[in-house]
């Protein structure tokens, strides 16, 4: 079936430590995006890419790092300098003219 | 800026009755486009619906509506006949462009059906 897969869903990671979030398409969508949820409040846009090794930036974009080298994959990576990490992370992708499909989610929590 | 506010934190209605979720956008923009997502308790957004600016008829699908008034910056989603199945958390959102969607969210109404 087609669709986005996010892994891991679950993740624990240590103060001052790198992690990243992986994401892979077969939808043959263009663009893809991730997004932060916390409790209580919607989601908001941290990196997307509309095209093979091209990406900009979002809302809140300090912190994270994204690349985007292969068109199904869009990998991205939380840092050090994220100062509230703590979040359920959302990726999703669109063809032009649609909507955004989103992935489960991979939920991160630093001790 | 674009704004969307989801005024309802938490809603909560016994089985068969009708809820209605409101949604008030704000942008400068002329043309624009609006969304519905559900994310049920998996964490999934799952698309509803996608409201051009331009087009204000309102649609219906099986029991869910949407009330699109301009006039009004408003984007109202009801549920006729609530199902326990309903439950989850609603999102309104907009986007200025289509060809890049970068979706403003508002913050979620969270919806609650008892049997």
């Known amino acids: 079936d087609g669709g986005i897969t996010q892994s891991p869903k679950y993740l624990f990671r240590k103060e001052g430590q790198n992690v990243t979030l992986s994401c892979e398409q077969n939808l043959n969508h263009d663009a893809m995006y991730w997004y932060r949820q916390d409790p209580g409040q919607g989601l908001r846009l941290i990196y997307y890419?509309?095209?093979?090794?091209?990406?900009q930036k979002g809302d809140i974009a300090e912190g994270y790092s994204v690349s985007r080298e292969k068109k199904e994959s869009f990998p991205l990576t939380v840092t050090s300098a994220q100062k509230n990490p703590t979040a359920f992370y959302l990726c999703a992708s669109s063809i032009w003219g649609t909507e955004l499909f989103f992935g489960e989610g991979s939920r991160l929590t630093v001790l | 800026a674009q704004k969307v506010t989801q005024a309802q934190t938490e809603i909560s209605v016994v089985e068969k009755e009708d809820v209605t979720l409101d949604c008030v956008y704000e942008?400068?923009?002329?043309?624009?486009?609006l969304f519905w997502y559900k994310q049920p308790p998996s964490g999934e957004l799952v698309f509803l619906i996608r409201r051009n600016s331009f087009d204000e008829q309102n649609e219906i699908s099986g029991r869910y509506s949407w009330n699109f008034q301009k006039s009004t910056s408003s984007f109202n989603f009801t549920i006729t006949a609530s199902q326990v199945v309903d439950s989850a958390v609603y999102f309104c959102a907009l986007s200025e462009l289509l060809y890049e969607l970068r979706l403003t969210f508002g913050e979620g109404t969270q919806l609650t059906v008892n049997p």
């Open positions: 942008t400068r923009d002329t043309t624009y486009y």
């Open positions: 890419s509309q095209i093979v090794n091209d990406f």
